[in-house]
């Protein structure tokens, strides 16, 4: 029997080719995203992408495939997919949560403590020599008590508000609604989050919905001995704001894995001393990518056997 036809965008890691290519007839979109290098008859025979998000799927590439059924993404934001459009279209969109949550929520507090305690420039401290010919590294910043702010208390936020909460600190969260969480204190707005806080954590999902939700406003609230971290992504901050307010010491210190314009992102970020720069690599372990996918390979499997999806977004 024939295998199903599958897009698969982008590139994948070794261990995704071989069992992609074992279940489905694998067609590649081209790099420059032009569907018009496809053949008319692969088009009309695909019924499901292989998608990794870094791309945009807007309405255009969608209605070349008129017989596409689903978009399996890889990895758990699917900002970058036209939902809207695909529910119009009855094309189902699945992605991967939960089996990357702890290690995104393991990097932002990693990230956490790197900016405020300045692993990165300390051991840069040493490796130069300067330990020797300099003496000790300035002093730090404690994390360990402070008041921590999660702006978004979805699965990842969650599970960072519990990683932080070890380190004997206040957490406090914004959501969209109370989640009755006794010990952490509520916050309806963003502003009053940020008031109440000095450290940051942005955790809420991409999209329409949350862009630029971390205005100058908030940055302001936080305060000129702010620190924020942000694991979300890059639309979720006014990032121009972002960058003034760290350039003018209005903001303490930033430690980022996501930006506008990824990966070619505004060239301020590369000298600025109080800003930790990852190349968004949150869910960037080999265990959490094989669990991301085979889980996207399982929603692939369950599409076309005409069984329920593991992980639909709506
Ligand atoms: C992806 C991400 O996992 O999962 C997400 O939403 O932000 C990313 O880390 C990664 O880019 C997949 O290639």
Redesign the pocket.
């Known amino acids: 029997m024939s295998k199903p036809l599958i897009l698969s965008f982008e590139t994948y890691d070794s261990w995704d080719i071989a069992p992609m290519q074992e279940l489905f007839e694998v067609h590649q979109m081209p790099a420059n995203g032009d569907v018009r290098e496809l053949p008319e008859a692969v088009k009309t025979h695909i019924k499901a992408f292989a998608f ?3 791309s945009t799927l807007d309405h255009n590439i969608m209605d070349a495939f008129p017989n596409l059924g689903l978009v399996a993404n ?4 699917y900002d970058t997919i036209d939902v809207t459009h695909a529910k119009s279209k009855g094309i189902q969109v699945t992605n ?1 949560p939960d089996v ?1 949550t702890n290690d995104v929520a393991d990097l932002a507090v990693g990230m956490l403590l790197a900016v405020t305690r300045d692993i990165v420039g300390a051991s840069n401290w040493v490796r130069s020599g300067k330990w020797a010919s300099s003496g000790a590294y300035p002093l730090q910043r404690t994390i360990c008590g402070a008041s921590i702010g999660i702006a978004g208390l979805g699965r990842i936020g969650e599970a960072v508000a519990n990683r932080l909460q070890a380190f004997e600190t206040d957490i406090h969260y914004y959501a969209r609604s109370d989640k009755n969480k006794p010990h952490w204190t509520y916050h309806n707005s963003l502003v009053s989050l940020a008031e109440n806080v000095s450290i940051l954590m942005v955790c809420v999902s991409g999209g329409p919905e949350t862009k630029q939700l971390i205005s100058a406003d908030v940055l302001a609230a936080l305060g000129p001995d702010g620190v924020l971290v942000n694991s979300a992504r890059g639309s979720t901050i006014d990032e121009e704001a972002l960058i003034t307010a760290l350039e003018t010491k209005q903001l303490r210190a930033a430690a980022l894995d996501v930006y506008n314009n990824e990966p070619n992102i505004d060239p301020r970020w590369l000298t600025m001393n109080n800003v930790l720069l990852q190349p ?1 690599q ?3 372990t080999v265990e959490t990518r094989q669990r ?1 996918g085979a889980l996207q390979r399982e929603n692939l499997l369950a599409f076309f056997a005409g069984k329920p999806l593991i992980t639909p977004v709506y």
Not at 74 to 77: A, E, I, N
């Open positions: 990794k998000g870094h890889y990895g758990v934001g991967t990357l968004h949150s869910s960037g991301m």
